[in-house]
């Protein structure tokens, strides 16, 4: 707890009656230009206080100040439950979120630090002999004016070849040699269009004639030719000479082409992926990668071409402009004293650019380079990128909604966010930070406490006032954990018999790396934000394991807004597990990604449990009478939804300049499923009704059926009892997604030798929560598995059987092992940046 002081407060912003999702009429207080936390267990209602009212109507204000045109750029947030709030300057929200799924989005595009650059480039910049001057948007590989001609600014280049096309050789066309063609109707249709031009699809691919392959493959002709469906070659050459009735005329497509036109006209995100397969990546040769015209990469600042400095990390971009912040005086060159303005425009640039990276380099950011997509940045990364923006903005009087601002930073880090948010409150405005991070809450002026518990059983505001007065609060949660660091338990030793040996490793900024995991245990790897933990882990690890077990995986692409050629794919360029493969079996990760993408996927049907309890319901007796199966009781399935709204259970009405209005469907009143399928009950209960309960409810409510019991207690056990059954998984933090994925692994029958690896388990998790998980995953190792997580959480670390140390900074500075042992022997090592932060959670003698 920082040292109590008088605190003086300007003035209040005053809520009466909020009421947005589970909160209970609440009234509270809060002061301006103070940092005002927001805390309690995950579920309890803080962010529907911070974001979903206090920033919803603050937003709801500025926008009603606008001209409706400009109202329909904004994504409006739904108009807030709440009576009255009174005092409440504008607000801008900083949440945690994934950057845009493309390599067009970068580092520089979301801080604009690529802008200054261009500008830099266009008046500064040292241009060959005769070549005339390129303007600002000259520079950028998203415009016309800058993207080079031949990969149109992407930096690679895509090609079919017959190798990519045709996989296998040895199948013959029958049997679906051209792998690039579709698997359906259409792929039969081109199929039997051959066997009508006389094309022998029974032989071996590789036996056909090196012109038909090419004919087929790669012909721009589309012939029309009769089609004689389900019939032999002999017989379609029969039909043909007596001149038969054809089932159809089908268009035949070459493969390349049907694979290009797909790419470029399809709306369907999965077949984009699905054709992209066939395309082959390979560097533009015209920009060697660097996406700008010849022109524009022939001048140069600093000895460096505009593709070559966004490669550079933010610590040595600092380190160049250094040197351009003062004017020369003397010893000119000839092109500085016949053009003098470009040395004042590399003086006011530099120095702004120096005052914009040092908020970064404070934020602990000096790793990342400006090309750096925003893809693979993590929700932290992105908020602290914006949250260096807005230091640098130097807005007054202005409300700060911060999500979560400490998620995946080390507690050496989070002291850099702390001087951070200092500065935008000494500038004047206010902070309201939702943050389970105890040095946060501790750093606090003021403190509301949200609970006592999450879903129904939360909502109220236990307490708000200065941090040393929640002690006296006897039901909260928080108080035990913010009042000091306790020891984490010692529960006895566990020692691996086996080790998981991984050698030469190299991706980003790992190099040659020897590291070993202990199988059968309860590993944390730390270190600082950037020192190379996810790469390790999440990535390298993962790939090299799922190699080993011929396991296939998913990449992370956002399905919806991202082309696939549009995504950086980062590649292990070294590694190979040298021993105890032997001793696993199976791999889980169990990541942070949603669980589904439309409201239609939720807790009930992710995990499984729908499916038992939607056959309940087809056993009760006027089930049965009607004859209906477990399927009716789907809200997905035409004869039990509503027709109305199609099972989604809304209605959406345009307002045009308002935001759009989602209304209870009015036929079935919000309940997704027709009148019919609403009259069989189950103990006194329709199916809308049981997906309208919370966990916890439902779990004494099915307390007689084993199997719906068990995988709702298991969920309840990872601390979700107070989701509903029915919760779209929209509205499911990443978190919350994770501990779904835990709890569906946690149902199966556990048969030992499984390798589950989890990336930052506690984000988002109030430390009660922690320990509820750290039960779940300790049970996991008890039953013969082994866990690896990548944390920050000193808690979680210390209560592991195993650490590893990443660093020892970040981004080029990191990639080694700085020291792996017992949580205890960590803290002996000295150059290690977490030892000092670990020790505090440990008993003092081991």
């Known amino acids: 707890m920082k040292e109590k002081k008088e605190r003086v407060f300007t003035g209040f912003v005053k809520v009466r009656g909020a009421r947005e999702h589970n909160l209970k009429n609440v009234d509270l207080e809060i002061p301006r230009d103070a ?25 709801r204000r500025y926008l009603e100040s606008v001209s409706p045109y400009a109202r329909r750029l904004f994504n409006q947030m739904a108009i807030p439950e709440v009576e009255e709030i009174e005092g409440l300057p504008p607000a801008i929200a900083l949440q945690q979120q994934r950057g845009s799924g493309t390599t067009r989005s970068s580092v520089g595009s979301v801080t604009t630090l690529s802008n200054l650059l261009r500008m830099l ?28 001609t031949e990969c149109h600014g992407l930096g690679r280049v895509y090609e079919l070849t017959e190798k990519s096309m045709v996989p296998d050789d040895s199948l013959t066309i029958r049997e679906r040699a051209i792998a690039a063609w579709p698997t359906a109707w259409l792929g039969q249709n081109f199929r039997d269009i051959l066997t009508t031009m006389g094309y022998d699809v029974d032989i071996p691919w590789k036996d056909l004639p090196q012109k038909d392959r090419d004919w087929i493959l790669f012909t721009e002709e589309n012939p029309v030719r009769p089609v004689y469906a389900g019939m032999t070659p002999e017989q379609v050459k029969e039909a043909l000479e007596k001149k038969m009735e054809p089932s159809y005329m089908g268009t035949f497509t070459g493969a390349k082409k049907y694979v290009l036109q797909t790419f470029a006209n399809t709306q369907s995100q999965l077949m984009k992926k699905r054709v992209s397969k066939y395309m082959l990546s390979s560097e533009c040769p015209v920009c060697q990668g660097k996406r700008l015209r010849p022109e524009s990469l022939a001048v140069q600042f600093a000895g460096l071409d505009i593709a070559d400095l966004s490669r550079v990390t933010l610590s040595r971009l600092k380190a160049i402009f250094s040197n351009y912040t003062e004017l020369k005086t003397s010893h000119l060159t000839r092109d500085e004293k016949e053009h003098p303005e470009k040395a004042i425009v590399a003086q006011r640039i530099a120095c702004d650019l120096i005052a914009r990276l040092q908020v970064m380099l404070d934020l602990g950011l000096g790793y990342l380079t400006l090309e750096r997509s925003t893809p693979t940045l993590s929700p932290g990364e992105l908020q602290r990128l914006r949250l ?6 130097n807005l007054f009087g202005v409300v700060y909604v911060l999500d979560e601002p400490s998620a995946g930073l080390h507690p050496a880090d989070t002291e850099a966010l702390l001087r951070a948010l200092d500065r935008l409150k000494a500038s004047g405005n ?7 991070e105890v040095d946060v809450i501790r750093h606090a002026d003021w403190i509301v406490d949200v609970g006592p518990l999450a879903g129904e059983k939360g909502g109220h505001v236990l307490y708000s006032g200065p941090p040393e007065g929640i002690f006296q609060i006897e039901n909260s949660l928080t108080r035990k954990y913010i009042s000091s660091d306790q020891p984490v338990s010692a529960r006895p030793a566990r020692t691996p018999d086996k080790w998981l040996r991984v050698e030469e490793l190299s991706r980003n900024n790992l190099r040659d790396l020897d590291v070993s995991f202990p199988l059968g245990l309860f590993t944390s790897v730390t270190g600082i934000s950037g020192s190379g933990k996810s790469s390790l882990v999440s990535q390298a690890l993962v790939e090299l394991v799922a190699s080993q077990l011929g396991q296939e ?9 991202t082309s696939p050629l549009e995504t950086t794919t980062v590649v292990t360029r070294g590694g190979k597990i040298t021993a105890g493969m032997e001793a696993v079996k199976r791999l889980v990760l169990v990541d942070q990604k949603p669980i589904g993408r439309t409201p239609r996927s939720n807790l009930a049907t992710y995990t499984g449990l729908f499916d038992h309890v939607r056959k309940l319901f087809a056993s009760t007796e006027m089930a049965k009478s009607r004859r209906y199966d477990a399927g009716r009781f789907s809200f997905n399935v035409v004869k039990g939804r509503c027709p109305h709204c199609e099972g989604e259970g809304f209605v959406m009405v345009e307002l045009l300049f308002l935001p759009s209005v989602y209304a209870p469907c009015p036929t079935c009143k919000g309940t997704r499923y027709n009148s019919e399928t609403l009259e069989v009950k189950y103990k006194e209960k329709n199916i809308a009704e049981v997906l309208g309960m919370t966990v916890d409810t439902a779990c004494d409510f099915f307390s007689a059926e084993p199997q719906v019991y068990r995988a709702l207690d298991v969920v309840r056990q990872v601390g979700l009892g107070y989701l509903r059954l029915g919760q779209p998984a929209t509205e499911l933090s990443g978190g919350e997604a994770q501990r779904i994925k835990l709890a569906s692994e946690l149902q199966r029958v556990q048969h030992g030798s499984t390798l589950y690896i989890l990336d930052e388990p506690t984000t988002g998790l109030h430390p009660s929560d922690v320990e509820k998980l750290m039960i779940q995953l300790d049970k996991l190792v008890e039953q013969g598995n082994t866990v690896i997580v990548v944390e920050h959480d000193m808690r ?18 990191g990639g080694t092992v700085v020291a792996a042992g017992t949580p205890w022997a960590i803290t002996q090592v000295a150059h290690s940046r977490t030892a000092p932060y670990l020790k505090s959670f440990l008993p003092d003698s081991q």
């Open 388 to 393: 260096a923006t807005q230091v640098r903005s």
């Open 35 to 59: 940092l005002v936390v927001f805390t309690g267990v995950s579920g309890s209602g803080k962010s529907s206080l911070a974001f979903g009212t206090l920033y919803a109507e603050a937003q």
């Open 553 to 561: 995986l998913t990449t992370a692409v956002d399905e919806e807004n």
């Open 430 to 436: 206010s902070l309201f930070v939702v943050e389970h």
């Open 121 to 148: 480039y266009s008046r500064a910049g040292d241009y060959p002999a005769g070549q005339s001057i390129i303007y600002a948007e000259g520079f950028s590989p998203n415009t016309p004016e800058g993207a080079c």
């Open 796 to 813: 979680v670390i210390a209560a592991s059987d195993w650490v590893i140390d990443i660093g020892p900074g970040a981004g080029e500075d």
